[in-house]
């Protein structure tokens, strides 16, 4: 089989060549190093939409946009400066928001009135409360803490430079007080668990009948103490 040889073909040049042809007379000599490329990134061989809206609008022609935007030519609402004119809002007085704000319902409150409050309730005087009334008093600290909370936030936004240590107090206050209301709870808790290990233990309580029935059956020894026949 015959090849058909190529002979490479040489440009010369009396002169320097043009820049833009330096790569092409790289490629034609053989054995010369090749240079990379100008940009190193990978070619696209296909080109797909980027599916771009605005593609082909142009400032400097002027051209608009293909599609109307979501405006109208209406005139925009002007703000009522006049308070005589401007329309009353209707709030209601029993709103649960207004638990965020002191009873004035003002912006903030003085450093005088926040630190206008008494000692925190102690742990004895919390175990003589019933479960109702340390719910109650439980809630009544969360939305102090809430109103405490929230007036703080609006000092730091506002920058307003007092109040912050009165606010603090405070809050410690009422902290201590759940801490109590917590304390109380926990030993009745105990107090309840040593209770039911103990009737576990009782023949005359019958667990099985707990909130169905009496539990506590007597024998018959107390029943007639009970009707005073012995």
């Keep these: 089989?015959?090849?058909?040889?190529?002979?490479?073909?040489?440009?010369?040049?009396?002169?320097?060549?043009?820049?833009?042809?330096?790569?092409?007379?790289a490629l034609a000599h053989p054995g010369t190093t090749h240079a990379s490329q100008f940009s190193t990134s990978a070619a696209r061989c296909l080109r797909t939409r980027d599916n771009n809206k605005n593609r082909g609008v142009s400032a400097i022609r002027r051209t608009g946009l293909k599609h109307p935007l979501s405006m109208s030519k209406e005139p925009l609402p002007q703000p009522v400066l006049d308070p005589a004119r401007r329309s009353q809002v209707k709030v209601d007085e029993n709103h649960g928001l207004w638990g965020f704000f002191n009873k004035e319902k003002k912006f903030l409150t003085t450093p005088?009135?926040?630190?206008?409050?008494?000692?925190?309730?102690?742990?004895?005087?919390?175990?003589?409360?019933?479960?109702?009334?340390?719910?109650?008093?439980?809630?009544?600290?969360?939305?102090?803490?809430?109103?405490?909370?929230?007036?703080?936030?609006?000092?730091?936004?506002?920058?307003?430079?007092?109040?912050?240590?009165?606010?603090d107090e405070r809050d410690k206050t009422v902290r201590i007080t759940q801490r109590g209301i917590k304390h109380a709870l926990t030993e009745r808790w105990y107090a309840y668990e040593e209770a039911r290990k103990l009737a576990r233990q009782d023949p005359e309580i019958d667990m099985r009948k707990a909130g169905s029935g009496n539990v506590y059956n007597p024998d018959a020894f107390e029943v007639r103490l009970a009707l005073n026949e012995v």
């Design 112 to 167: 005088e009135a926040e630190s206008a409050h008494g000692r925190p309730w102690s742990v004895e005087e919390l175990r003589h409360k019933s479960f109702e009334d340390l719910h109650c008093l439980w809630w009544i600290c969360v939305k102090e803490r809430n109103r405490l909370a929230t007036e703080k936030y609006e000092r730091e936004r506002v920058k307003a430079g007092y109040g912050e240590y009165e606010g």
């Design 1 to 25: 089989m015959s090849r058909l040889l190529i002979k490479p073909c040489y440009i010369v040049f009396r002169e320097a060549p043009p820049v833009f042809l330096v790569p092409f007379l």
